[in-house]
């Protein structure tokens, strides 16, 4: 059995936690895949990359009602697709190359899995032991159990992106964010788009007002079929895909559609399953979440186990880039100062939805605190303020955005903000900082000067309309 002072499974965010206090530790990495993780190669990155030009585009043929004539000649997919992966793939082999040069860090490229308490196996049968294990190997796919799934031109997020030619058209299953921002590349770059959802809610994690205006800018801009679950594929013999669906509304009768691919977005799985952690008596939940605790300490029995931490999608049920490398920042702390721990504040975890209309949100939707204030005795106010209230607004003609924000009636202080429109995943960011740091609504729009007329007046006016008491 080979020994090492630290093993990390994974190599996106848990190849962060070293730092200068790592130099004297011999440490193993475990990373059977790309090196980098799920969101340099796969996930926020690259998606990112393609959401860009595809918003360009988007707003190219959405400006006439501004009086500017424009259009989408044409999109060269293959320079796009090759202008992002070849920066991507370029550093995802550097982080590979730079911790293989390392004297203290082993790369171990194979799958591992628990044979006992600390020990790890590799696929090859070595079994390799640390008093330290952080667990960070993320999440995968997850497809839908039907016939046809595995046929050529059925994708994930994981091939989807390195397709060799922009489909003509295309059928995306699901109604979450991946589903969501894939829907508006697709749309956007120029290919005939149908979404299938199996309930009437797109983005059912957000707030109702915000999932509604969604659903509403969706169905202008492509084939929105809600009710709808997939339940087979078949190839035409021309290699297209045809995919069925039941109707989940008797209303409704069974859906067929035929596009050149299929993506498969009905979500993701954590990869505990993969570690057998039954060997170690890890305690996992019915999600497949491994459990930790507020110091990211994997639990046994309700106990957390010296030595064993967990970050990422393996233990996080958010699924976010930033949570992770939060997760990672406890840990990497944590591990070499262990009479010092330090927790993981999740108390307000913001996302964003680089779909069109772009969507942003932090905190409860409004079902859940008007629960939340009948629980603590308190009421809440809700302000929902148009983006096209606002002067930048009206430059825009936007007849789209709103700015949702909820506060404790009590106290002023901001419970959820949800936007959908323009930059709101920057329009978001100082309500994170409010929330995080505890300043009041009243205090946030009267404490400090807002441009005019720059857009983000719109959260300004959303915070003087909530009904909270005023500090002076």
């Given at each position: 059995?080979?020994?090492?002072d630290?093993?990390?499974?994974g190599?996106?965010?848990?190849?962060?936690?070293?730092?200068?206090?790592y130099?004297?530790?011999?440490?193993?990495?475990?990373?059977?895949?790309?090196?980098g993780?799920?969101?340099?190669?796969?996930g926020?990155?690259p998606?990112?990359?393609?959401?860009?030009p595809?918003?360009?585009?988007r707003?190219?043929?959405?400006?006439?009602r501004?009086?500017?004539?424009?259009?989408r000649?044409s999109?060269?997919?293959?320079?796009m697709?090759?202008?992002?992966?070849?920066?991507?793939?370029?550093?995802?082999?550097?982080?590979?190359?730079?911790?293989?040069?390392?004297?203290?860090?082993?790369?171990?490229?194979?799958?591992?899995?628990?044979?006992?308490?600390?020990?790890?196996?590799?696929?090859?049968?070595?079994?390799?032991t640390?008093?330290?294990?952080?667990?960070?190997?993320?999440?995968?796919v997850?497809?839908?159990?039907v016939?046809?799934?595995?046929?050529p031109?059925?994708?994930?997020?994981?091939?989807v992106?390195?397709?060799?030619?922009?489909?003509?058209?295309?059928i995306?299953?699901?109604?979450?964010?991946?589903?969501?921002?894939?829907?508006?590349?697709?749309?956007?770059?120029?290919?005939?788009?149908?979404?299938?959802?199996?309930?009437?809610?797109?983005?059912?994690?957000?707030?109702?007002?915000?999932?509604?205006?969604f659903?509403?800018e969706?169905?202008?801009?492509?084939?929105?079929?809600?009710?709808r679950?997939?339940?087979?594929?078949?190839q035409?013999?021309?290699?297209?895909?045809?995919?069925?669906?039941a109707?989940?509304?008797?209303?409704?009768?069974?859906?067929?559609?035929?596009a050149?691919?299929?993506?498969?977005?009905?979500?993701?799985?954590?990869?505990?399953?993969?570690?057998?952690?039954?060997a170690?008596?890890?305690?996992?939940y019915?999600?497949?979440?491994?459990?930790?605790?507020?110091?990211?300490?994997?639990?046994?029995d309700?106990?957390?186990?010296?030595?064993?931490?967990?970050?990422?999608?393996?233990?996080?049920?958010?699924?976010?880039?930033?949570?992770?490398?939060?997760?990672?920042?406890?840990?990497?702390?944590?591990?070499?100062?262990?009479?010092?721990?330090?927790?993981?504040?999740?108390?307000?975890?913001?996302?964003?939805?680089?779909?069109?209309?772009?969507?942003?949100?932090v905190?409860?939707?409004?079902e859940?605190a008007?629960?939340?204030?009948?629980?603590?005795?308190?009421?809440i106010t809700?302000?929902?303020?148009?983006?096209?209230?606002v002067?930048?607004?009206?430059?825009?003609?936007?007849?789209?955005g709103?700015?949702?924000?909820?506060?404790?009636?009590?106290?002023?202080?901001?419970?959820?903000?949800?936007?959908i429109?323009?930059?709101?995943?920057?329009?978001?960011?100082p309500?994170?900082?409010?929330?995080?740091?505890?300043?009041?609504?009243?205090?946030m729009?009267?404490?400090?000067y807002?441009?005019?007329?720059?857009?983000?007046?719109?959260?300004?006016?959303?915070?003087?309309?909530?009904?909270?008491?005023?500090?002076?």
């Open positions: 059995m080979r020994e090492f630290l093993i990390i499974v190599s996106g965010s848990g190849n962060s936690i070293l730092t200068e206090e130099h004297n530790l011999d440490v193993a990495i475990v990373e059977p895949g790309t090196f993780g799920t969101c340099l190669n796969v926020c990155i998606t990112k990359m393609y959401v860009y595809a918003t360009v585009a707003e190219a043929l959405d400006a006439s501004l009086g500017v004539h424009a259009s000649d999109v060269d997919w293959q320079a697709r090759d202008r992002i992966f070849s920066r991507i793939d370029a550093i995802a082999n550097g982080g590979l190359t730079y911790r293989k040069s390392l004297d203290n860090v082993t790369v171990i490229q194979e799958y591992v899995h628990f044979v006992a308490p600390k020990v790890l196996e590799t696929e090859s049968g070595e079994q390799i640390a008093p330290q294990i952080v667990l960070a190997n993320g999440s995968r997850q497809f839908p159990d016939p046809g799934i595995d046929l031109g059925v994708h994930t997020s994981d091939t992106m390195r397709l060799d030619e922009l489909p003509e058209s295309i995306v299953v699901g109604g979450g964010y991946i589903a969501a921002e894939f829907c508006h590349v697709f749309n956007g770059l120029g290919s005939k788009v149908t979404q299938l959802n199996r309930s009437e809610r797109l983005l059912r994690q957000h707030d109702h007002t915000i999932a509604e205006r659903k509403r969706a169905a202008l801009q492509w084939d929105l079929q809600l009710n679950s997939i339940t087979g594929i078949e035409t013999p021309d290699g297209k895909l045809t995919v069925t669906a109707a989940s509304d008797e209303s409704l009768e069974t859906w067929e559609g035929t050149d691919v299929v993506l498969v977005a009905t979500g993701r799985v954590p990869n505990s399953d993969t570690l057998n952690p039954e170690a008596n890890l305690d996992v019915d999600s497949g979440l491994l459990a930790v605790d507020e110091y990211q300490r994997v639990l046994s309700d106990q957390p186990v010296e030595g064993l931490w967990a970050l990422g999608d393996i233990c996080s049920p958010y699924q976010l880039k930033h949570v992770a490398n939060a997760e990672a920042r406890t840990v990497s702390h944590n591990v070499v100062h262990p009479d010092d721990l330090r927790a993981t504040d999740h108390r307000f975890v913001p996302s964003a939805v680089f779909t069109e209309p772009q969507i942003a949100t905190g409860m939707p409004e859940q008007r629960v939340w204030a009948e629980q603590n005795d308190t009421g809700v302000k929902e303020q148009n983006f096209g209230d002067a930048y607004g009206w430059a825009m003609e936007d007849s789209v709103i700015c949702k924000l909820i506060a404790d009636r009590k106290t002023g202080l901001l419970l959820g903000a949800h936007l429109g323009k930059d709101s995943s920057n329009l978001i960011q309500l994170i900082q409010a929330m995080s740091f505890g300043q009041t609504a009243h205090e729009a009267r404490g400090q807002w441009i005019h007329p720059a857009l983000a007046e719109v959260v300004e006016n959303a915070l003087l309309g909530l009904d909270v008491p005023e500090q002076r």
